[in-house]
């Protein structure tokens, strides 16, 4: 599994509008056969930062990913609305296809 984080800070007056402004681009990402999952978060310290989170199959899949149209049409829609280049963290993370359990909490009655 490729798994990437990336964190765009947006420029304040776009900050309200950016959900809109990728929505396209989270819908056909999802789309794409070898995507795990796309996930977009606010910052709870700055309101100008958003953190996406996502997966794909393997390194074809994220290849494929980049070289689409709708991920070149949405780097040039992100460039005119972000603040500064976003920051990135991408890496394989064999034998994972998705999300894990987290093994030290879990639901109980109150």
Known sequence: MIFITVKFTVRPERS???LDLVD???RATREEPGNLFFEWSRSVDDPHQFVLV???RDGEAGAAHVESAHFKAAMDTMSYAIAEIPQ???TEIPGMDGWGRMGEVAPREA
């Open 16 to 18: 309200e509008t950016w």
């Open 24 to 26: 396209d681009f989270t």
């Open 54 to 56: 996502e997966a794909f």
């Open 88 to 90: 990135i963290v991408s």
